[in-house]
């Protein structure tokens, strides 16, 4: 038989749905998780589903949740977290995990179940052009019109979701299409790219790195796998360098190493933005260098910083897009991390002190010292939960003045222990606690969570409660949106509008989701709260009752407002 015949016969004998061809390529790439909530539109898939043993199917309460669950999947894995939605509303509602997906640069792959072919261009009931809706924030969008073709537009939507920059993809999926058979080889599991570095480059680098006398490297951006954290960390011992990390980055050296040198994000130590203002070298791999890491590009001159700035970075047209380099790189992060840590390492450096001197500063700056505060004392239950809490815990959070706290105080064990947004986003950090808890049931999860944020996708403890999953939501309770009242007194002192809440009995709220649940109104409620729940399995919840004067770890509304007065005379 001809090789030609053997291919007709495999595809001959896998005539399948499209539904089932769909499923049997998300097993081939190995996805064992798919988040979504279900939907008519894709019940030919869902049906593929019920027999498919390697894949499990997270039914979910909103499809805002299921797709941040796939954001974070993507995050902790390095591999495309899935979400399933429905059409119209389904895919509305899902955009927001796919705006996270795509600004923080996280591999992840949306299908929605689209109206059938015959009623394309009508407005059909729930009918949206999927390539218009998402253009703009997903890496590639397309519509499967041919189930034969299915294996090929899987195989592109894995190889483009974590190629070069990661990111997000869309793929619309017709009822109908799903429901036709078709004859068609399987394709083969994804495998992603990376560039390597020009080996040029990297010697006028290491040029200029014998050269500076003041380095900082900093690190961000995704793609990072746990070999490439390995090999750019031993570039950083090897050279005694210090390392700072980009917004939400923490967890890519763990702060309680020596070269940690801390985060540049929303409030960054002084002292760091010090050191980043009068470094001769910043070598930046992996960050964007945007808005949040440059203190609104105000730290580095624009377009050329007065520092000599490296940049490398996964995506080529992030280069040179806002800050112009002296020497810029495209590679992929890993194969930049791996080639870095091949380089002779600078002897003696004359910087070694300013190592130790700026994680010293660090460790100052996030030393959680009391106050005497009233009532709960934030900084003493950042002090309880590093004591009590696991080294390799993963914290999760959305948005909102309350991650000060966290940002500031916690301490990152190590890479993939943080899921937080790059994008800002509210409502992130419960579903992501719910993806790594599903990832790693045997970790510790925690979740930091304000009131409106907890609020906007508080109902997947419904969720967390039903595949007994077993972690641990802290909600700051300060009856405010605290990060819009803070703007508001600033620029608005006294006209509050828009910014209070009156929020549900959180205690009760999750008792009647099924969760344990305990209520602090003090630092020692809340060290008792923390005792019993570390006790308990499950789903656990501690609501902290804060001041809404405590508006972030420098400062109180009332002295915001007093200094807003002051200023307009």
């Not at 059938?116 to 059909?124: L, N, P, S, V, Y």
């Not at 050329?304 to 080529?316: K, S, Y």
Request: aromatic share 8%.
């Amino acid at each position: 038989m001809s090789q030609a015949d053997t291919n007709s016969s495999r595809e001959t004998s896998n005539s399948r749905t499209g539904g089932q061809i769909l499923v049997d390529q998300l097993r081939i790439h190995g996805t064992d998780l798919i988040f979504g909530v279900p939907g008519e539109s894709y019940l030919a898939a869902l049906d593929a589903l019920h027999d498919e043993a390697a894949i499990r199917f997270i039914i979910c309460r909103h499809e805002g949740g299921a797709a941040m669950m796939a954001e974070a999947y993507g995050k902790l894995t390095g591999r495309p977290g899935v979400a399933f939605v429905t059409r119209g509303p389904g895919a509305t509602n899902a955009s927001s995990g796919v705006h996270v997906a795509h600004q923080d640069s996280t591999p992840m792959i949306l299908l929605i179940g689209q109206v059938a072919r015959g009623m394309i261009e009508r407005e059909a009931f729930q009918e949206i052009d999927y390539r218009r809706m998402f253009g703009q924030m997903a890496k590639w969008v397309a519509q499967i019109d041919n189930a034969s073709r299915i294996p090929e537009f899987l195989h592109r939507a894995y190889m483009t979701a974590t190629s070069g920059r990661p990111g997000p993809v869309v793929l619309a999926l017709p009822e109908d299409m799903l429901t036709d058979v078709a004859a068609v080889a399987d394709g083969r599991p994804y495998a992603p790219v990376e560039a390597a570095p020009d080996p040029g480059a990297l010697d006028q680098l290491h040029e200029m790195l014998r050269a500076s006398k003041r380095p900082l490297l900093l690190l961000g951006g995704g793609g990072w796998m746990g070999e490439g954290i390995d090999a750019i960390r031993h570039f950083a011992e090897a050279n005694d360098l210090p390392v700072a990390t980009a917004f939400r980055r923490q967890d890519y050296l763990d702060n309680r190493h020596r070269c940690y040198a801390g985060d540049i994000g929303i409030g960054p130590n002084p002292k760091l933005s010090n050191r980043l203002h009068h470094t001769d070298l910043l070598i930046v791999i992996g960050a964007r260098l945007g808005e949040m890491t440059t203190g609104g590009y105000s730290l580095l001159g624009l377009p050329r910083p007065h520092q000599t700035l490296v940049h490398i970075h996964n995506d080529p047209e992030e280069l040179g897009r806002v800050y112009q380099a002296d020497l810029a790189i495209n590679s992929g992060l890993n194969a930049a991390a791996h080639a870095l840590s091949r380089l002779d390492p600078i002897s003696f450096p004359s910087w070694g002190d300013e190592t130790e001197i700026a994680h010293l500063d660090f460790m100052a700056y996030v030393e959680p010292e009391s106050i005497g505060q009233v009532g709960v004392e934030m900084r003493a239950v950042m002090a309880i939960l590093r004591d009590k809490l696991p080294k390799d815990t993963i914290v999760t959070n959305g948005a909102g003045n309350y991650s000060g706290w966290l940002n500031r105080y916690w301490l990152h064990g190590g890479f993939r222990s943080q899921l937080a947004p790059t994008s800002g986003s509210m409502g992130y950090g419960f579903p992501a606690a719910i993806a790594a808890s599903l990832v790693h049931p045997d970790r510790q999860i925690l979740c930091f969570a304000g009131d409106g944020c907890f609020l906007m996708t508080g109902q997947e403890l419904a969720t967390a409660v039903q595949y007994q999953l077993n972690l641990l939501i802290v909600v700051i309770n300060n009856g405010i949106y605290g990060t819009i009242r803070m703007h508001q007194e600033r620029e608005y002192p006294t006209r509050v509008f828009g910014t209070s809440l009156q929020n549900p009995d959180f205690v009760a709220l999750a008792r009647a989701y099924g969760a344990e649940a305990w209520r602090a109104e003090s630092t020692e409620q809340f060290a008792v709260a923390l005792e019993k729940a570390l006790a308990t399995r499950g789903a656990r919840l501690i609501e902290i009752i804060l001041d809404p004067e405590i508006i972030t770890t420098k400062t109180t509304l009332n002295a915001i407002r007093e200094q807003a007065i002051a200023a307009r005379g």
